[in-house]
Structures are given as structure tokens and as C-alpha cells.
């Protein structure tokens, strides 16, 4: 298995377009305003060398780079460079692909020399695309995926049983795939802070705090195991979300309702061409001024708008009265197809 993961995949993007900014701190974000209320996308090396990272608000990236050069988020942009990256690892002799998002993807295939095979992929996306990647090969997902750190920028880097624990073990076990900030922290109330801790601890001590399934599950992350096979069947979104910053916080109900009407109205919008019902929404809500909390609820299947954003609206009234909201944000979880669960592409109908 190989993980190939795009470097500074936006940033670049960028730079093919304005040669110019080669070398520049880059940074890019809402409306590349930072005296609005924004969040950064992405950050080239040359800004993140000073603290700025993906989800910092704008404003804060700008200070803390007085020289960036602050760019709009250009989605289409992003989108039409993926595509034509994707389509280069299709071309791969043997390749098996699963995309896994704009700037990243799984490659499986057999090749007596994954390292060869690997800079020779490299190669092509450079020749291709004019963006250089990173790529991880592994014996399972789970170390491909981590070995890609291991490589970057523009490397190669091979993980396996035999060094697994020699180059994961000492690190946080935050440095997972599939393990964040906050399982990191359950994990350490249980004294395992290190991926070889993790790599060690006995299942079934695991389930109490994460449940029979996920408990032997983190385990196995420790250990880097895990499916050793890269699936290629078309993504089928499991729902839609869209979500508003406010560029003045909201104090009154009705600008909460209002808002919370347009949410829905959008994610309606998303979910009418999937052609499946809503089962489940789920608001979320930041508080001023930054606190953000959400909200959840599973619903009876149904194609009827108005019962949704009836349930949307019901879902704002937990929300907290008095207090100031910088941005709201509504998803809503849909029902896969029976073809999405059996590996096809689904049919759409419905709306």
C-alpha cells in the first residue's frame, strides 16, 4: 500500500498560479480577509514555520505573519488540480486507487520495488501536475498513512512490522491515524501516552472507557494493523453540512431562526441530489468567542423539508439564551443506499 499525500497541496496550487509567490509565506482563508472572521485552510512551509496551521482564525495567522501574502479560498481551483493528480495515479501500471480527499489518496499495488514504484509515481505527478508529493508505503493503510510524515516534503519514506515501533513507539499516540486530541486524552487517563504503550496494553482494558468494538480497535492502531486493502469504490457521502461565520455575532432569537432557516435551505439544497432521506441532524454552534458545542438527533427517514427544518429549529432551541453566536452550522446525516453498502456506485432518486 502506498499513501500519497499532496505537499502544501493548496498553497501550491496557488503558487502554480502566481509564480511570483515562490518562496512566500502563504496563507489562505475565507475571503483572504483577515480582518474578517475567517479560518485558515492551509498554510504554505514558509508560514507555518511561525505557528500558523490549518483552523486558526485569520486575524491571529495575519499577526503572527505581518509579510503573508493572505489569498481567497478557490475551491474550484483545488478541485480541477485533484482531479488531474487522481487521474495520474489511475494511470499508474497496476494501480488500485482510493481517494481519500482533495490532497491525498491510497495506491495499491504489487511491485517487486515499492520504493522505485513510488518515486516513479512521484515523478509523473511532477511531470504531470507540476505538484510534488509525499508517499508511505506500508504493509497495512495504517502504516502507509503514517509513514507519509516520515517523507515529507517530496519523500519516500516504508513502514513495517520489523520498524513499526523503532520509529512510532516513543511518539504521542495522538500521531495516529484516527486517534485526535481527544482520545489522546482518555488514553493518558489510562496511563498509555505512547504509541508503544498503546501497541502494549491489553484490549480488554480498553473497552470500559471506549466500548467492545473501539477499545481492541485503538489497540490495533497501536500495533499499526489493520485492512491491507485499498477499496476503489466511489465515496458515497454519509451527509451534507454547510455553516456560516457571522461577520457580527448574533444576539437575538429571530437572527438565530433566520439564520438556522438558511442552513437548512442550503443543506437541503446538497442532500435534494443525493436523492436519500434525512435520519439525522446534527447543529453546531460558537459561541463568542470561541467556544463551540453541538447538538445531535437522530430522526425518522424522511424526504419532507418542512419536517426537517422543523427539527432544525427544534435543535436551536438548546441553544443557550443571552449568549453571543459567531457561527452556526447544520448537517444532515443521510441513509446509504443498499449498492453504496454492498461496494456500488448508488442510483439517485427521491427529492
Known amino acids: 500500500m502506498l499513501h500519497v499525500d499532496l505537499d502544501q497541496f493548496i498553497a501550491a496550487v496557488e503558487v502554480l498560479r502566481r509564480p511570483e509567490l515562490a518562496g512566500k509565506p502563504i496563507i489562505v482563508g475565507g475571503r483572504g480577509d483577515p480582518t474578517e472572521r475567517a479560518v485558515v485552510s492551509t498554510a504554505s512551509y514558509e508560514a507555518r514555520v511561525f505557528g500558523v496551521g490549518s483552523g486558526m482564525p485569520l486575524r491571529i495567522a495575519a499577526r503572527k505573519v505581518p509579510d503573508a501574502v493572505i489569498l481567497p479560498v478557490d475551491a474550484e481551483a483545488y478541485l480541477e488540480a485533484s482531479d488531474a493528480v487522481m487521474a495520474t495515479l489511475r494511470a499508474q501500471p497496476g494501480a488500485v486507487v482510493q481517494v481519500l480527499g482533495w490532497d491525498e489518496a491510497f495506491v495499491g499495488v504489487e511491485a517487486e520495488d515499492p520504493e522505485a514504484y513510488a518515486r516513479q509515481l512521484q515523478a509523473d505527478v511532477l511531470e504531470r501536475t507540476q505538484l510534488h508529493c509525499s508517499v508511505g508505503i506500508g504493509d497495512t493503510l495504517i502504516r502507509a498513512k503514517n509513514a507519509t510524515d516520515f517523507g515529507k516534503p517530496a519523500g519516500v519514506f516504508r513502514l513495517t512490522t520489523a520498524n513499526w515501533l523503532d ?159 459567531r457561527l452556526l452550522g447544520l448537517r444532515a446525516e443521510m441513509a446509504m443506499p443498499d449498492d453504496a453498502r454492498k461496494g456500488h456506485t448508488p442510483t439517485r432518486g427521491g427529492w
Open 167 to 325: 520509529f512510532m513507539g516513543d511518539r504521542p499516540t495522538k500521531e495516529l491515524w484516527g486517534v485526535g486530541s481527544k482520545i489522546s486524552g482518555r488514553l493518558a487517563k489510562l496511563g498509555i501516552n505512547t504509541v508503544a504503550e498503546l501497541a502494549a496494553a491489553d484490549p480488554q482494558t480498553l473497552v470500559p472507557e471506549f466500548g467492545p468494538k473501539m477499545g481492541p480497535w485503538y489497540n490495533e492502531l497501536g500495533r499499526g494493523d489493520g485492512t491491507s486493502v485499498v477499496d476503489d469504490t466511489p465515496w458515497v457521502a454519509r451527509g451534507h453540512s454547510r455553516e456560516t461565520t457571522f461577520q457580527q455575532d448574533l444576539t437575538e432569537p429571530d437572527q438565530v431562526h433566520d439564520a438556522v432557516r438558511g442552513l437548512t435551505a442550503q443543506v437541503l439544497k446538497d442532500v435534494a441530489a443525493e436523492g436519500r432521506p434525512v435520519i439525522g441532524l446534527t447543529l453546531k454552534v460558537r459561541y463568542a468567542p470561541f467556544t463551540t458545542k453541538t447538538h445531535a438527533r437522530k430522526i425518522p427517514e424522511t424526504f419532507d423539508r418542512e419536517d426537517v427544518l422543523v427539527r432544525a429549529l427544534d435543535l436551536a432551541g438548546a441553544i443557550e439564551p443571552g449568549r453571543p453566536i
